[in-house]
Structures are given as structure tokens and as C-alpha cells.
């Protein structure tokens, strides 16, 4: 009997799901969205790159020693081990935005891969032409200093 | 002798959740043997926790091992880990390990009984266990972050402290979902068809059980007590929150279903105390040591005990890594039995099992 009441009761009642395209699903305050970069307060330690588990974090550099920031939202696994790592407070901070979904002409994959590569080689670029001239201002001060530093071009 | 026929199940197929691979050899209906092929889904992720990964880095690698225990696995790491560089961590984030550990318990054990109820032609039940779980993976959301992927364990502690409205909407949320376990426990025990289909299931008794090293609910529901938050104190104070081993006697796919519901109840006690009882302290014991040495952590996943072995020499990466994952100790039981067993049964038999082969095969 009690069976059958229900059985009656169950035509009227609600469904317990959500219809989540028209209607918003659960999502709690601190949820582990984007992770948010404030350039103007970053101190360039590069400690988030080297602590992201995936990679989703490089650094490039160009050849005047000025540091760009670069973030794969679709390699990111939002563990927040940057924003805990970075010693400056609020030049990492996790939203609780989801990640928009991916579209074919970000070549987020392939696009991203060179990029990381690029990146790596462009800060090795920079490392070696400080080297570079280091090596010869040290030259210039220690033989003539009229003579100009004569490797410019290589 | 009869006619005997070869039945393949897997590697994929609609009953099995897992990439696992069953030949069974039938004589009239009754299953008399049984092979086993679970190797399905190799990722390589032993090698690359050793290669490719810092070892504060692999705690999070190797919560993608399994998407149901990912904090199981995330906290043995942490704890072998943590082993390695000979630090202590704070009991808050013990505390806050365990409460992840449990409210992960209730969730995959509703998600197994679901299932069995579903592989024994009970879908009605399926939905209703399903709607039930939604709590947990909601307060898991809540207090992780992430539904699936927790990331709440690090090497030296837990990532996120627990907010006191969190801790309130949890306790508020168990409340609810009490007479609900009690009409499921109605529903498993009293459903005529149901335990028509799951009584005498799928025995295993418990000289078997202990020869073949079985683990989990599989082995408790067997009579066998084993149970790795009775055995060790030193890493996560199980005692001290209120653990209670549940054991049953029958070995059949009823008594694992019985022993899963009065587990959920012994969770539901440790995530209140834990709660009550939250000690105040810092979350996370910071160290600049690289790992050195060798440990071995056991801890209890939702499907039995979970094996860590980690070897480090002073260097950012680890020089071996091996993870032993329950469902790996429980294939030679799940063969044994399916002995005897009408085939129309085994898909029910399967998913009382647990099985979790990702896990297994890595």
C-alpha cells in the first residue's frame, strides 16, 4: 500500500536533478578556478614555474631581460601549488571562475608545446648574450678601453 | 560431462565499469572457471613519478591514479613522503586528511552498491543510491574545491583549511542524509528480488579469503577482520575519532553490500567527531629536506588497504616509487569466486567486487 501511495505520489513529484544548461549547478565560494596574475606586483622568482606540477606556468624573456608570463588554462590542474609557492602576496591568487572551454583556433595543445619551447630557448637566448656581455665588458675594461666590443653581430 | 561454453566479458562492455577482461567456462549455466586479464590501462605513472616529477609534485600526480580514491592515494604518497624527510605533521591536518578520507569513503561505497544494484536488474535502486551520493561529492566540492581530483593532500600537510561554514553545512547535510542510509539499509536488506539475486552469491569463505590475501569489504563482509585503521596508529589516529570494525560472516555479495551500508554509518561517526573535535594548529609542517632512505606506508582506501614503497636519494626526484592499489590483492579472490555461480549472476558479482583496475594496472 505504502508502495503503491508513493508510486502515485512520485507523478507529481519534482526530479532531483538540475536542468544545467538553463539552470546553475553547485558551485561552493572557493572553488578552484583560474589562476589570476597580477603583473605589476610579480617579482620575477619564476618559483611558480618551478613548482607546477603540469607545466602550466612558463616564463619568456626577451633579449633586454624583460620577463613575460604565459598560462595554459587547459594544461593547469588548478592545485593552487603556484599561489601557495609565490612569496609575493597577491601577484598569484586563484578565482573561482571556471576555465571556458577550449576553441580549435587557440591551438591550445600544439600551440602551447612551441610555445613552452620557445620560451625555455628564449630565456637560454638571454642567459648567454648577458654572458656574452659580460664577457666583454670585462675584455673592454681589462685591455683597451678605446677599442668598441667587437663581436656585435654573431 | 556437458557441453561446455566459453562467455567473454570485456574488455568493454555495459555491465563492467572497469577495462577488465573475463573468460568464464560454463556447464549449464554454472561458471566453472574463470580467467582473469586486467592489464588494460598501463600509464606508465611509477616511472614518470620517477622520472619526470619533483617529489612534492608527485602527490598530485598520483591523484590521478584513481578517480574514486584519488585522496587515498594522495595522502599514502604524502605520508611516504613525509617519512622520507623525517618530518611530523600538524594534527589539524591529520585531522582534516581523515574527514577528506571518509566523506571519499561514503561516496565510492554509495557508488558500488549503486552499482550491484543495478548489475542485479535493480535500476530503480540505482538512481535512488545515486541521488543519495550527490551529497557527499557536494560537500567534497565544498571542501577540496574540486568534485573529483581532491589535491588535499601535500607533502608536509593539507593544502585548504576547513571553513566553519563548510564544517557547519557539513554536519547539517549528514543529518539528512541519516534516515535516507536507513531506508537504503531497508531497501538492500528487505527487497525481496534483490536478495533473491544476492544471497549465496559469489561466496568466498574465510580460509580462502586468508589464503588469497584478500582486502577491503571484500574480506571483512567474509568474517576476516583486517582492516588497516585498526592496525596502525602512527600516521592518522583512526582510534581516537571513533573506528569500529564491521565484520559479516556470509562472504556472498549481500553480506558485502550489508558490510558497505554499516561502514557508511562508522564514517559518518568519524566525520562528526573529526569535526567536534577539530584541533587548532597550523595546516602544513614546512621542510627544505630533499627525501632520503626508504618507507612503506599502508593506508585504508574505500576498496581495502593501499601500499606505498618509496626509495630517495637526497635528490628532488625519487628513486623508486611502487604502489600496490587493493583491487590488485583482490583478483585472485574475485576468481575464486566465481566458481559455481549461475552466469546470470556474475555482472552483480563484478560489481560487489569493487573492482578498481585503473588503479591496479596504472
Wanted: proline content about 5%.
Amino acid at each position: 500500500m505504502k508502495t503503491f501511495l508513493n508510486a502515485i505520489g512520485n507523478i507529481f513529484r519534482q526530479p532531483v536533478t538540475t536542468k544545467y544548461p538553463f539552470e546553475p549547478t553547485f558551485k561552493p565560494d572557493d572553488y578552484r578556478g583560474l589562476i589570476g596574475f597580477e603583473e605589476s606586483l610579480c617579482i620575477w622568482c619564476r618559483r611558480c614555474e618551478a613548482v607546477c606540477p603540469p607545466g602550466a606556468i612558463v616564463f619568456s624573456q626577451d633579449m633586454e631581460g624583460k620577463q613575460t608570463y604565459h598560462f595554459n588554462r587547459a594544461v593547469c590542474i588548478y592545485c593552487g601549488e603556484c599561489v601557495r609557492a609565490c612569496p609575493k602576496e597577491g601577484a598569484l591568487f586563484q578565482t573561482a571562475e571556471p576555465a571556458p572551454c577550449a576553441l580549435k583556433a587557440e591551438n591550445i595543445n600544439n600551440g602551447w608545446n612551441k610555445l613552452y619551447d620557445d620560451a625555455l630557448a628564449s630565456r637560454e637566448a638571454y642567459a648567454a648574450e648577458k654572458k656574452r656581455r659580460a664577457a666583454a665588458e670585462k675584455t673592454a675594461a681589462t685591455t683597451n678601453p678605446i677599442k668598441p666590443a667587437a663581436s656585435e653581430g654573431e | 560431462m556437458s557441453k561446455q561454453y566459453e562467455i567473454p566479458i570485456g574488455a568493454q562492455h555495459i555491465s563492467l565499469l572497469e577495462p577488465l577482461h573475463f573468460k568464464f567456462t560454463t556447464e549449464n549455466e554454472k561458471v566453472v572457471r574463470t580467467d582473469a586479464n586486467v592489464y588494460y590501462v598501463h600509464r606508465g605513472i611509477e616511472k614518470a613519478c620517477c622520472t619526470k616529477f619533483k617529489f612534492r609534485q608527485v602527490s598530485f600526480v598520483v591523484g590521478r591514479v584513481c578517480g574514486l580514491c584519488s585522496i587515498s592515494h594522495t595522502t599514502a604518497y604524502s605520508q611516504v613522503a613525509e617519512k622520507l624527510v623525517k618530518i611530523e605533521i600538524p594534527k589539524r591536518a591529520k585531522y582534516l586528511r581523515m574527514l577528506v578520507i571518509e566523506l571519499d569513503r561514503i561516496h565510492s561505497h554509495l557508488l558500488c552498491l549503486s552499482h550491484v544494484a543495478e548489475n542485479s536488474g535493480f535500476e530503480a535502486l540505482f538512481m535512488k543510491t545515486m541521488q543519495y551520493r550527490e551529497f557527499a561529492m557536494e560537500l567534497l566540492e565544498a571542501v577540496c574545491g574540486n568534485r573529483i581530483q581532491y589535491d588535499f593532500s601535500i607533502v608536509g600537510g593539507v593544502a585548504r583549511d576547513l571553513k566553519p561554514l563548510v564544517a557547519n553545512s557539513i554536519i547539517a547535510r549528514l543529518k539528512t542524509f541519516m534516515p535516507q542510509l536507513d531506508e537504503l539499509v531497508d531497501i538492500y536488506s528487505n527487497n525481496w528480488t534483490l536478495s533473491l539475486k544476492n544471497k549465496g552469491a559469489g561466496v568466498i569463505t574465510k580460509e580462502t579469503a586468508m589464503r588469497l590475501n584478500v582486502v577491503g569489504p571484500f574480506a571483512r563482509s567474509a568474517g576476516l577482520a583486517i582492516d588497516v585503521r585498526n592496525d596502525t596508529e602512527d600516521l592518522l589516529p583512526w582510534k581516537e575519532v571513533g573506528f569500529e570494525m564491521i565484520t559479516d560472516t556470509a562472504g556472498d555479495v549481500y553480506a558485502r553490500n550489508m558490510v558497505r551500508l554499516r561502514e557508511l554509518y562508522v564514517s559518518i561517526r568519524i566525520i562528526q567527531n573529526v569535526i567536534n573535535g577539530l584541533p587548532e594548529g597550523e595546516l602544513v609542517t614546512e621542510t627544505k629536506a630533499f627525501p632520503d632512505g626508504e618507507a612503506v606506508v599502508r593506508l585504508e582506501a574505500p576498496r581495502g588497504e593501499l601500499f606505498y614503497y618509496a626509495k630517495g636519494n637526497k635528490t628532488q626526484m625519487l628513486e623508486r616509487l611502487k604502489i600496490k592499489a587493493p583491487t590488485f590483492s583482490n583478483i585472485a579472490g574475485m576468481v575464486e569466486a566465481f566458481e559455481g555461480n549461475e552466469y546470470g549472476s556474475v555482472p552483480a558479482i563484478i560489481a560487489s567486487y569493487d573492482p578498481c583496475l585503473s588503479c591496479t594496472a596504472r
